[in-house]
């Protein structure tokens, strides 16, 4: 067990080595008796007495769906009783100079109550879809819970995405309703969020009446008669009661890309979601009362609802709201700010520790990290150097480190250790969470037991399950439950040791995982396919030191148009106005034709190959229309 690292002794933890063993079999043998005592860490209007009703073949599924709750008032009101002095927001503005702003419950309540009664004043009843396109400020978790104590059902679109997927977003969801701010800040410099709305919407056929804007730098911005109305201008507040929701009651829309066409607006509900966020808070974070928690995801991804809005304040945790970025204004920021706050948990991406790790300790060491007990990773696998020089350096060496593997569709966290009763393994998610059943198979969908090497399903529902594919329940069928049948298929190869340890080991299916997000090639390709001088494109990934992997663009171009330089930045630009930076290839290679078989489908796996470096391995090339293609593409590699 050399590589194990065995958890620090604690006299206090929610979960210790012979409790995991002992409720992780009961939640696998009696899942509805675990999970409806489980569903007591929340109010209800209607307690439940149905825990799982499911089936993945033909794929339905419900949780607890005899209970009525609301989500905003366990978040907020019911903390009222004994928090509401408790501090539940601190925010940390992107100008580390700028105004710390700190909110208790009760403070919380206020602001929640102003934001659902100005959402009421521009229409927005139980049921309606709206658009959350927010810097990183306490306002986006309000509006987020404003939505919820309405019923209405949000959909939160990341402030780095283009008004082109902006647009597709509002569209794909018939939303009529957006909140933004007038500008965002990142890292000292400004996102024009309302006017990416403003062109979202003067470029597309929307139904959007009413969009609220919320003031955050001040900056001099259009306001649309009729339509776009200040916040400031339509808060109030008078009493606002949470709406009663049924347990399957839609909560949130979240758009995440997959391996073919637009990115899925993947739909969770109430009830199963609450009782997994607020569960896998409690255990996989270990929180206690006095701790000072910190998320720095931004609320556009998954990660951001379930572990800063819904997770922490379902279980009345204190926690930082950063606007910022880890590198302004220096690399040490980070730390800086759990010093300041002194932050107990953090959690955050690889590739923010991997780009941190490479600029020094002495970011890290000039700050004091004496609060720290426990340190998170998420969103893309966290290579073993990585995770060493997070527990060593920010963490001193005393800390734990949990590696947290889980996805959109998962709606919290499905392996890791848990802090105090499990030894670390760098480099391995970890166990399976309660209630959680793993299986390894072979591309034929063959079991494979003991210790593997195979595609990751898994076989049993949990209540954080995501329900559908808002609007199109044939494509989550497709997506998730049509490889392997009647298996949840989750895209990700996964080894398992002998101790029975997953470690992730990315995706295997055409997505890419970009600086920990999600990114489907086809989206790029179908962006590179737009612009006039482009014929047809492939877009694969290729491992990235930091980021984890890089966008590797193969290009063909129309006839009598030539490859260059100025074109290949151009064509990062476009892509970038198309989908937003996040999607920037890293790599552009014109090439004059893609490797296809003879029936005329593009072989990705020798793309994938050469774009890796790898080319002793191509494989079965024979097939192939054009083999001299090939000595080309090597050939013509970019490296840089
Ligand atoms: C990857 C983010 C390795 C994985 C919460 C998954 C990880 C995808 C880990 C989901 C991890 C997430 N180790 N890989 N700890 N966590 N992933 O939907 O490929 O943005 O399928 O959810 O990220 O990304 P998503």
Redesign the pocket.
């Known amino acids: 067990m050399s590589e194990f690292i065995e958890p620090p002794q604690t006299a206090k933890t929610n979960c210790t080595a012979a409790q995991y063993r002992a409720d992780y079999v009961r939640s696998l043998s009696d899942p509805d008796g675990f999970w409806l005592e489980q569903a007591k860490r929340l109010d209800w209007i209607d307690p439940p007495t149905i825990g799982g009703e499911w089936s993945f073949d033909p794929v339905e599924i419900k949780w607890f769906a005899d209970g009525t709750l609301n989500l905003c008032h366990n978040a907020v009101d019911r903390h009222l009783a004994d928090k509401a002095d408790k501090t539940a927001l601190i925010f940390e503005p992107d100008d580390p100079d700028g105004a710390v702003r700190t909110l208790t419950f009760a403070d919380l309540h206020v602001e929640v109550i102003r934001m659902a009664n100005a959402l009421k004043a521009m229409g927005v009843t139980k049921g309606a879809r709206v658009t959350l396109y927010m810097p990183m400020v306490v306002e986006g978790v309000v509006a987020m819970l404003a939505c919820a104590r309405l019923g209405a059902v949000h959909s939160v679109v990341f402030g780095g995405f283009s008004p082109e997927a902006l647009a597709g977003r509002i569209i794909d969801c018939d939303s009529h309703f957006v909140i933004t701010a007038d500008e965002g800040l990142r890292g000292g410099k400004p996102i024009a969020l309302n006017a990416n709305v403003d062109a979202a919407l003067d470029e597309h056929d929307t139904q959007v009446k009413g969009v609220l804007v919320i003031k955050h730098t001040g900056a001099d911005i259009t306001m649309k008669e009729g339509r776009d109305h200040w916040y400031a201008d339509l808060a109030s507040d008078e009493d606002c009661p949470c709406e009663p929701m049924n347990a399957e009651d839609p909560l949130f829309i979240l758009y995440?890309s997959g391996s073919t066409g637009k990115p899925k607006g993947v739909l969770h509900t109430t009830g199963g979601y609450g009782v997994w966020t607020a569960t896998t808070f409690h255990y996989v974070f270990d929180h206690q009362p006095d701790d000072v928690f910190w998320c720095s995801a931004d609320i556009g991804?998954?990660?951001g609802h379930s572990y800063v809005t819904y997770g922490p304040l379902l279980n009345g945790a204190t926690q930082v709201i950063f606007e910022g970025v880890p590198n302004y204004p220096d690399h040490g920021r980070f730390w800086a700010t759990i010093a300041r706050h002194k932050v107990s948990i953090f959690y955050t991406a690889p590739t923010a520790i991997r780009a941190l790790m490479r600029e020094g300790d002495s970011f890290v060491t000039a700050h004091d990290r004496s609060s720290l007990r426990l340190l998170g990773?998420?969103?893309?696998?966290?290579n073993p150097e990585a995770w060493r020089w997070y527990r060593d350096v920010p963490g001193e060496g005393r800390v734990p480190v949990i590696?947290?593997?889980?996805?959109?569709e998962t709606g919290g966290v499905m392996l890791t250790t848990l802090p105090y009763a499990h030894a670390m393994k760098p480099g391995s998610?970890g166990l399976p969470f309660f209630g959680v059943q793993p299986q390894l198979v072979d591309n034929e969908g063959q079991v494979l037991d003991g210790a593997a090497e195979g595609n990751l399903c898994l076989t049993a529902s949990w209540p954080g399950q995501a329900r559908t594919v808002y609007g199109d329940h044939d494509r989550f069928v497709q997506t998730y439950f049509s490889t392997y049948t009647g298996k949840y298929f989750?895209?990700?190869g996964c080894q398992r040791d002998e101790h029975g340890y997953y470690r992730?080991t990315?995706?295997v299916d055409d997505v890419i995982?970009v600086s920990g997000h999600?990114m489907g090639t086809a989206e790029v390709e179908s962006a590179l396919v737009l612009h006039p001088h482009v014929s047809e494109a492939a877009v694969v990934g290729f491992p990235h030191d930091i980021k984890g992997q890089g966008i590797y663009c193969y290009v063909t171009l129309n006839a009598g148009d030539e490859g260059s330089d100025d074109l290949a930045a151009e064509l990062r630009q476009w892509v970038r106005k198309e989908i937003g930076p996040v999607a920037t290839p890293d790599r552009i290679h014109f090439t004059d034709g893609l490797p296809k078989t003879r029936s005329g489908k593009i072989m990705r796996r020798i793309l994938r190959k050469i774009a890796e470096n790898d080319y002793g391995s191509l494989g079965d090339t024979s097939t192939l229309a054009d083999p001299s293609l090939v000595d080309r593409l090597i050939e013509g590699r970019v490296k840089s």
Do not use: H, K, L
């Not at 990773?377 to 966290?382: A, K, L, N």
């Not at 590696?403 to 959109?408: G, H, I, L």
């Open positions: 995440t991804w998954i990660t990773s998420v969103g893309e696998p966290i590696d947290t593997w889980w996805q959109t998610a989750t895209g990700d992730i990315g995706r995982n999600r």
